[in-house]
């Protein structure tokens, strides 16, 4: 069983979502995505490493350790109201805590990396869960957040390639999309949905979107809920 997944993002109006870009500048987009974050009230969020890495506060962990670890779950915190979810499939962020803005931090893993990687998490305290041998298994991950830590109003919140992995999966359930009166207009600026080269052909397995709400925002940006029914 799958947690209910909502991707809550803010884009320019051409789709753009980096807002350090966006022009006019002056929108305050990021407390506007948080007000809407709480608003939503997930039991957990997830981001993908490029964003989670923003988070850290460690430059490395060690490079080697004599310990070896079985690749198993390792789950310290099983009673938190909200967990902070992040896609490392290799590794390769040093946390230097535990929790980001009391949430609890639970690293999805594959099965490659290293045990000095392992003996860094458990040294910072942070859970983590194997999700595939060699590349992230998106639909065993939300298996396991909803089995393991009872998750069932999952918060994707990017960045694209995140986004664009759950959406090909077939695993959002509903869009919750903020258009703030900007643009980007850059060329290879990231998008709400991206893809790797390899999976730029793949279609979403999309066989319709629902208009469930739309509002204007303080400011002049429009919010729009969009119920996704996945083929």
Not at 152 to 162: N, S, V
Request: with cysteine; proline share 4%; aromatic share 6%.
């Amino acid at each position: 069983m799958k947690p209910h997944v909502i991707c809550h993002m803010l884009t320019s109006v051409d789709g753009r979502i980096l807002g350090d870009r966006w022009r006019p500048q002056g929108i305050e987009s990021s407390k506007l995505f948080e007000k809407l974050h709480d608003e939503l009230g997930g039991d957990a969020w997830i981001v993908g490493r490029v964003t989670g890495q923003e988070f850290a506060k460690a430059a490395s962990y060690p490079p080697q350790t004599g310990e070896r670890f079985e690749r198993a779950d390792h789950i310290l915190d099983r009673e938190a109201e909200t967990y902070g979810v992040v896609i490392d499939a290799e590794g390769k962020i040093a946390w230097g805590r535990a929790e980001i803005g009391g949430d609890p931090i639970v690293v999805a893993l594959t099965e490659k990396v290293s045990d000095a990687h392992l003996a860094g998490l458990r040294a910072d305290g942070v859970s983590y869960v194997f999700a595939g041998k060699d590349r992230i298994d998106f639909a065993l991950l939300l298996d396991k957040l909803n089995r393991e830590l009872g998750i069932e109003r999952l918060l994707l919140e990017g960045g694209g390639g995140l986004n664009g992995s759950f959406l090909r999966a077939g695993l959002i359930d509903e869009l919750n999309l903020v258009v703030c009166p900007a643009v980007d207009g850059s060329k290879g600026a990231p998008s709400l949905f991206d893809s790797p080269e390899d999976e730029a052909g793949a279609p979403a397995p999309l066989a319709a979107m629902r208009l469930e709400r739309s509002e204007v925002l303080e400011g002049g940006a429009i919010c729009l809920r969009y119920r996704l029914e996945n083929a």
